[in-house]
Nanobody, 115 residues
Framework: QVQLVESGGGLVQIGGSLRLSCTAS????????MGWYRQAPGKQRELVAL???????HYADAVKGRVTISTDDAKNTVYLQMNNLDSEDTAVYYC?????????WGKGTQVTVSS
């Protein structure tokens, strides 16, 4: 089992920045994929960004150029740096961890972008 705890969400103005963090604990296998998803009210959960064991990153078109995913393997932590935020980025952001024994989700952290 893997437990994921997100932090860093909050209220930010349009054009502002936030950095989300997600720390994993438990039985973590070396080769895993970590990612961030988000779900806005009335919409389906969607991928924001993910990072593979070799450091390859993938970003949703909606956030390319504004978002950076990174990891600190020593801390079992994945980060999501979000810049130039827009009202369309308002959502609950979920951390995701995939490894050989399954897929795990955090409880989510709210990001609200307002004018």
């Amino acid at each position: 089992q893997v437990q994921l705890v997100e932090s860093g969400g909050g209220l930010v103005q349009i054009g502002g920045s936030l950095r989300l963090s997600c720390t994993a604990s438990g039985k973590i296998f070396k080769n895993h994929i970590m990612g961030w998803y988000r779900q806005a009210p009335g919409k389906q959960r969607e991928l924001v960004a993910l990072i593979t064991p070799d450091g390859t990153t993938h970003y949703a078109d909606a956030v390319k150029g504004r978002v950076t995913i990174s990891t600190d393997d020593a801390k079992n932590t994945v980060y999501l740096q979000m810049n130039n935020l827009d009202s369309e980025d308002t959502a609950v952001y979920y951390c995701n961890h995939q490894q050989i024994d399954g897929e795990y989700w955090g409880k989510g952290t709210q990001v609200t972008v307002s004018s």
